[in-house]
């Protein structure tokens, strides 16, 4: 068992910089999940702590040891691969015990491990047959049950259910959450589906083109993301944004959009005062945009109009693309709701969920003045 | 196949199969009939043979001739045996190896590397012909088998390599990523995942090595002499002479032709299947 840190980590292809000064502390036991769009250096990130590439520059550790020059073998992790990457011409039992073997662990041993992992993987039945004689589902379990036998310091998982159906990725998702609770140790995830980082991690890496853009608990980065990326990155349908300018009205602040005119809650707006005048981003969630008729109790009822393009009605809720202005958003709102495409709907933003963003340089006001008085304090 | 029933569809369909046939059954006919001279004349008295009669089955099946070349290639074939495979194995062996960290592993230099080995399959047997054989009599190798075998290990090294170097780009890096974290080593994962996944692999190699070297003549005629000569060239000198008894040499072509027929007939349901690897799935 043991924490993992990079330090300051970089990954060059020659002049391409895929991981560009990585600088994260992951705590022993924590389920880290990395996430972010393809090329985003994720997967490179957990394979030089694999030991699968080089790092370019500065350190990984894993637990107190300086991994760097450590071959993967002796670096005490253990992994599971998207492919699964099982071999093919041994049995389920082979798969399983062939790095307790490598490492010449007694017989008695080994079919002890494998045969609890796989009891408690409900692939007991499956231990004489190959790989090929699997289901996906199965073949995903066994891949688990390799990495568990090992005992390892540290699970390495590389995307393991993007190639499982999506009935199936739901059932292993929380089987994977289970997995790590039961045997209380350090998980490292990589994923491009924010929905299975929000859902498992205990904390979220996310990355995008190399750079780390926020590491925090699935509900920071959901309510307090701290630049635009991570804000249109996390959650589905993603935040709506809108190029506004901050503005002053007497004692007041007001976001201008050119099509809406919204004043800032008072309460909200001490951290923006400072900006008054600037050119920002106003983001806003869809769900934090309700129909004028289904208000949530407690919304300050800031009331617009807009044209209803679709509507999606999935149930328990409703998603409707939204034109003003020639401005596209959409919002999620209560099932009930009576809209009509083509027609116009009152809608109401919740702005004590709203996000306000530097347009130079994408960085939430809200954080920036949190870290100044963190600075100021120190 | 369409499942479209036009009229006259399947009329067209049930012509083209047959003309089909009928052409491949010709060629395959064509191909059998120098086979079916040598057989026959072998089984021919030698007074018996005759242009005029060549067609003409023997009048009785005379099986003298097996014997007599039996008993003088006897020692050849098993020179040829011994050759063939020690031969065969070492340079899949090594071949093997070559692929495994050509495909496999960085190594430095392995773009100029590759091509260099690459380049021996083109350099002529009569170019090297001279300087090997001065080098093979100051190595003291001239004369017996096991110069020959190292002088067919190195020359099949560029198509073994190739062979399994392309086979193993198919073997996902990500196995051998798995086995790494699991524990493997170099050798580890060459013996436990490699090795066990490169069956068909060795199929077309030794079927391949086994075939070229049996039936190699000019290399077996310059590097070895008298008793150690294998059996292609016992089998030319059967042939040489005035007056061959062509009931002879034919039951020696015929004996000398049946090895690399039974490792085929073994191997070949993996060589069609080896050939393809690497053209996708």
Request: net charge neutral.
């Given at each position: 068992?043991?924490?993992?840190t ?5 990954k ?6 895929v991981?560009?000064d ?13 996430v972010?769009?393809s090329?985003?250096g ?5 394979r030089?702590l ?14 107190d ?9 002796d670096?005490?992790v ?35 491990r494998?045969n609890?992992a796989?009891?408690?993987l409900g692939?007991?039945?499956l ?10 589902g199965?073949?995903?379990r066994?891949a688990?049950?390799r ?17 499982l159906?999506a ?15 039961r045997?209380?140790?350090t ?20 990355l995008?083109a190399?750079k780390?853009q ?7 980065l959901?309510?307090?993301p ?6 249109g ?7 709506n944004?809108?190029?506004a ?11 201008d959009?050119?099509?809406f ?23 806003i969630?869809p769900e ?11 919304i ?9 393009e ?7 809720e409703m998603?409707?693309?939204l ?11 209560d099932?009930?709701t009576k809209a009509?495409?083509g ?17 130079n ?5 809200a ?8 600075a100021?304090?120190? | 196949?369409?499942?479209i ?8 369909q049930?012509t083209?199969?047959t003309?089909?046939?009928v ?6 006919i064509?191909?059998l009939?120098?086979?079916?001279v ?5 089984l ?22 097996y ?8 020692p050849?074939?098993w ?7 020690n031969?065969?194995l070492?340079?899949?062996i ?9 495909s496999?592993?960085r ?11 690459l ?12 300087p090997?054989f001065?080098f093979?009599?100051?190595a ?9 075998i ?7 090294l ?6 399994f170097?392309?086979?193993y ?7 051998l ?8 080593g170099f ?8 090795l066990?996944?490169s069956?068909s ?7 391949w090595q ?24 016992g ?6 002479g005035?007056a ?12 000398a ?7 085929y007939?073994?191997?070949s ?13």
């Amino acid at each position: 068992m043991a924490g993992v840190t990079f330090d300051h980590v970089y990954k060059r292809y020659g002049d391409l910089v895929v991981v560009n000064d990585f600088n994260i502390q992951v705590a022993d036991k924590e389920f880290l999940v990395f996430v972010g769009p393809s090329g985003c250096g994720k997967s490179t990130s957990l394979r030089m702590l694999a030991g699968l590439e080089e790092i370019s520059d500065g350190r990984v550790l894993i637990g107190d040891r300086v991994v760097n020059n450590v071959a993967p073998k002796d670096r005490d992790v253990a992994m599971v691969f998207q492919s699964y990457a099982l071999y093919p011409h041994m049995t389920v039992y082979d798969n399983m015990a062939f790095g307790l073997k490598l490492r010449k662990t007694p017989r008695q041993i080994i079919d002890q491990r494998v045969n609890e992992a796989a009891k408690s993987l409900g692939i007991d039945h499956l231990l004489d047959r190959r790989p090929r004689q699997l289901s996906g589902g199965q073949r995903q379990r066994v891949a688990v049950g390799r990495a568990i036998v090992r005992e390892p310091a540290v699970f390495l998982m590389d995307e393991p259910l993007s190639n499982l159906d999506a009935k199936l990725r739901v059932e292993a998702r929380s089987f994977i959450s289970k997995l790590h609770q039961r045997l209380e140790t350090t998980f490292i995830y990589v994923t491009h589906d924010q929905v299975e980082a929000m859902t498992m991690g205990t904390r979220i890496c996310v990355l995008s083109a190399g750079k780390l853009q926020q590491i925090d608990t699935p509900y920071n980065l959901y309510h307090n993301p701290h630049n635009v990326f991570v804000a249109g990155f996390i959650g589905s349908p993603s935040m709506n944004f809108f190029d506004a300018q901050l503005k002053p009205d007497g004692e007041a602040l007001v976001v201008d959009t050119g099509v809406f005119k919204i004043a800032v809650p008072p309460a909200k707006a001490a951290p923006f005062r400072s900006h008054s005048g600037k050119e920002v981003i106003l983001g806003i969630r869809p769900e934090d945009i309700h129909d004028v008729e289904f208000l949530p109790p407690g919304i300050i009822p800031a009331q617009v109009e807009s044209n209803v393009e679709v509507v999606e009605q999935m149930g328990n809720e409703m998603i409707i693309y939204l034109e003003e202005g020639g401005k596209n958003f959409i919002a999620r709102t209560d099932p009930r709701t009576k809209a009509r495409v083509g027609a116009r709907m009152g809608i109401v933003f919740n702005l004590d969920n709203m996000h306000l963003f530097d347009r130079n340089t994408e960085l939430s006001l809200a954080f920036d003045h949190k870290q100044k008085e963190a600075a100021a304090r120190a | 196949m369409t499942d479209i029933d036009f009229p006259g569809t399947k009329f067209r369909q049930y012509t083209l199969r047959t003309a089909l046939h009928v052409a491949l059954i010709v060629g395959t006919i064509i191909f059998l009939l120098p086979i079916f001279v040598v057989v026959n004349t072998s089984l021919k008295a030698p007074a018996a043979i005759n242009l005029a009669t060549t067609w003409h089955l023997p009048a009785e099946i005379h099986w003298q001739s097996y014997v007599e070349a039996i008993e003088e290639f006897g020692p050849r074939i098993w020179n040829s045996i011994t050759l063939v495979t020690n031969a065969t194995l070492l340079s899949a062996i090594i071949g093997s190896l070559n692929g495994y960290v050509l495909s496999k592993w960085r190594i430095y230099g392995e773009r100029i590397l590759f091509p260099l080995i690459l380049l021996g399959m083109f350099i002529p047997y009569q170019g090297v012909l001279i300087p090997l054989f001065e080098f093979m009599r100051a190595a003291r190798l001239y004369g017996g088998i096991p110069g020959l075998i190292i002088i067919h290990t190195i020359y099949g090294l560029p198509i073994t390599t190739l062979i399994f170097r392309n086979f193993y780009v198919d073997i996902p890096d990500e196995m051998l990523e798995a086995a790494a974290i699991d524990g493997a080593g170099f050798w580890d994962i060459y013996t436990q995942i490699v090795l066990p996944l490169s069956v068909s692999g060795f199929v077309v190699v030794i079927i391949w090595q086994f075939t070229q070297i049996w039936n190699e003549f000019l290399f077996a005629v310059t590097m070895t002499t008298g008793a150690s000569e294998p059996i292609t060239v016992g089998l030319a000198q059967l042939a040489g002479g005035e007056a061959v008894h062509w009931n002879l040499p034919m039951a020696g072509a015929v004996i000398a032709a049946l090895p690399p027929l039974i490792v085929y007939l073994i191997l070949s349901r993996y060589f069609i299947r080896g050939l393809l690897a690497g053209s996708g799935h």
